[in-house]
Nanobody, 134 residues
Framework: QVQLVESGGGLVQAGGSLRLSCAAS?????????MGWYRQAPGKEREFVAA?????????????YYGDSVKGRFTISRDNAKKSVYLQMNSLKPEDTAVYYC?????????????????????WGQGTQVTVSS
């Protein structure tokens, strides 16, 4: 089945930037998958960060969606040729500290609420730790 592996996490000072990557494998038609990023801090619920819809036949196309807490600071993108999705995180804050998870679903479509629904995604990666120091 689909396997997702995140990378790029680490320690960064407040105001800095990180770029997370998620590589998919398993011989799937990556371009038709909706992809998302979620995060979870200790003792808290998993939180929607960003999502991108299927590419519509292009290499990197798709509609994007963002959680209110990261809008204007984070950017999600995809490269179907590399079967990867990315999360560029700028102006990082200590409250961004969490384990970040990549997610994928082969059938997801709809509006913002559909893409932001944590229960909508079939496949999940193991997560990568992001720590922002103050």
């Amino acid at each position: 089945q689909v396997q997702l592996v995140e990378s790029g996490g680490g320690l960064v000072q407040a105001g800095g930037s990180l770029r997370l990557s998620c590589a998919a494998s398993g011989g799937t038609l990556f371009s038709s998958y909706a992809m998302g990023w979620y995060r979870q801090a200790p003792g808290k619920e998993r939180e929607f960060v960003a999502a991108i819809s299927w590419s519509g036949g292009s290499r990197s196309g798709g509609s994007t969606y963002y959680g209110d807490s990261v809008k204007g600071r984070f950017t999600i993108s995809r490269d179907n040729a590399k079967k990867s999705v990315y999360l560029q995180m700028n102006s990082l804050k200590p409250e961004d500290t969490a384990v970040y998870y990549c997610a994928a679903d082969p059938r997801l479509e709809g509006t913002y609420s559909d893409y932001a629904n944590v229960r909508a995604y079939e496949y999940w990666g193991q997560g990568t730790q992001v720590t922002v120091s103050s």
